[in-house]
Structure formats: C-alpha cells, structure tokens
C-alpha cells in the first residue's frame, strides 16, 4: 500500500511532467520512473492516469474550501461564486501549464474530455457549496453541469492571459455568471411549473373515484318502462 507521501510525490510527479509534455505522452510507466517509485507503489497509488487527475481536482477543492473567506457570507449569492470561482483559478496558478495541458488534452479527445467533465462536476458541486448556494438533487447536477461548462469557458481565457491583474478572466467569468443567472431562473421557473403540476396530479389521484352504476342496480331513477302505453 503507498503512503501518503508516495501519493503526494507521484502526484507531484505527474503534475510537473504535465507542464512539459502533452497528456496523452504521460504514461504510468514515465511517472513512476520520474518519481523514482516502483511500478508496484505506482499501481497501489494510482491505476490510471484519470485517478491522479481525480487526485488533482480534490487537491484544488481542498485548497479553494480551506480558503473560503467567511467575509463573504452577507454578500449576494453571485459575488460570493465570483469570489469562490476566483479563488479557485489562483489555486491552480501554481499548476498553469499542467492546467493547459489537460485543457488541450480535452478539446482532441471526447471521450476524455466526458471523464474530465465528470471530474469537473463534482468539483463545481463543491464550489456551490462553498459559496453557500443550496442546491441539491436533480437540479444541482444541472446547476454543477452548466457551472463546470462555464467555468472552462473561463479557463480557456485565462490560459491565454498574461496580465496578473487578470480583466479579461473576470470580465469572463461575470459574463458567464450573468448568463447563469438567467438559465437559473428558467430552471427555478421550470421546477415551480413541474410542482404545480404534480400537485394537481395528486389532487387529482387523491379524488375520490366516482363509480359507475351498473346496469342491475337501483340508480335512484323510476323506472318508467312498464308504465308506458302500449305501442308506443
């Protein structure tokens, strides 16, 4: 079993091997001998490339929540995700080229970019946590699902920036955020429209059936048939 420190080393390894070498290049077998660790440590820590992209998405979670500014709890709910979406990107300042890597890694690779996508879900499930945005069941997979579509939107600006005061990454994520309020209220439109929907399909089940007499019982009605005059 590896230690947490082989973990952390081997992690390190890939991370530093990302920024110089494209994903794909990356193999378990380079990371391990890089690391200097035995393939059998580097299968105990991590059997795919995908569990230590895993591993660095948890380590930029952990870093963006441990840094959550307690500040923010009276402001609006869109600033303080600004503010949890903006510490996260300083968060993986430190790992920029390995950022751009899996960025490009992404864009060539579909299906690859569909298990980053499920990584990057999780993690923005968090960062709505973190921002103190109360979603849960269907819609804060929806939520998280248009967060992390937004959010390598604003990745991809950000790659390509150099000023450290960052406008252009800002000025994208506010655009993002703004187009997310809205589908947030189509989606709040919706789940209001579904509720009333289903509460009268209860209060409809719920009614108490009305029978059908048949044709042997007693309606309440006279019967008429034997009074009539004959031949008519």
């Known amino acids: 079993m590896a230690t947490a ?8 390894t890939f991370l530093d091997l ?19 660790v035995k393939l059998s440590d580097m299968r105990s820590a991590f059997a795919s490339k995908l569990q230590l992209v895993a591993a660095f ?7 963006v929540l441990d840094g959550v500014d307690e500040d923010m709890g009276d402001q609006p709910p869109r600033d303080r995700l600004f503010d949890v979406l903006m510490t996260r990107i300083d968060v993986l300042a430190a790992h920029k080229e390995a950022v751009r890597a899996l960025h490009v890694a992404a864009r060539h690779d579909p299906a690859l970019a569909l298990d980053f996508n499920r990584l990057e879900v999780r993690s923005q499930k968090w960062m709505l946590i973190a921002a103190g945005i109360d979603v849960s069941g269907v819609k804060a997979t929806i939520v998280a699902q248009g967060l992390a579509v937004a959010f390598a939107r604003v990745v991809g600006v950000w790659l390509e920036e150099d000023d450290e005061g960052m406008p252009r990454t800002m000025a994208r994520l506010d655009k993002e955020l703004d187009k997310g309020g809205s589908f947030m209220k189509r989606l709040n ?10 509460s009268l399909l209860k209060r409809i089940s719920d ?15 006279p019967d008429l048939s034997d009074k009539a005059p004959a031949g008519a």
């Open 189 to 198: 439109g919706l789940e209001r429209a579904a509720k009333g929907v289903r």
């Open 18 to 36: 990302l920024s110089e070498h494209p994903y794909e290049d990356v193999s378990l077998p380079m990371i391990a001998a890089a690391a200097k």
């Open 57 to 63: 998405t948890e380590k930029i979670d952990t870093a």
């Open 5 to 12: 420190k082989t973990r952390q080393k081997i992690l390190q």
């Open 207 to 221: 009614r108490p059936a009305r029978r059908r007499p048949r044709a042997d019982e007693d309606d309440g009605e």
